[in-house]
């Protein structure tokens, strides 16, 4: 049970890291000048979305039995 808490905590982390990462990108004061910059900035969204959608995953297999 300790691993799981610890397992869900670092999805959360990571997770949210990635979250932090595609919106500052998104949202920085520069405009993306060369497509290099806005295909790292996609990369890091589309990362960041699959890393969501497994973290939803991983609560959904782990959160039930630890309520139990």
């Known amino acids: 049970m300790f691993w799981r808490m610890i397992a869900i ?6 997770g949210g890291t990635l979250m932090a990462l595609s919106t500052h ?3 920085s004061q ?6 290099a910059q806005r295909r ?9 979305l699959v890393v969501v ?4 995953g991983v609560l959904a297999i782990l959160v039930p039995p630890v309520l139990h």
Request: no cysteine.
């Open 30 to 35: 520069y405009p993306y000048r060369t497509l």
């Open 9 to 14: 905590a670092f999805v959360f982390l990571a």
């Open 25 to 27: 990108l998104f949202r």
């Open 53 to 56: 959608l497994l973290m939803l």
């Open 40 to 48: 790292a900035a996609l990369i890091v969204a589309g990362v960041s």
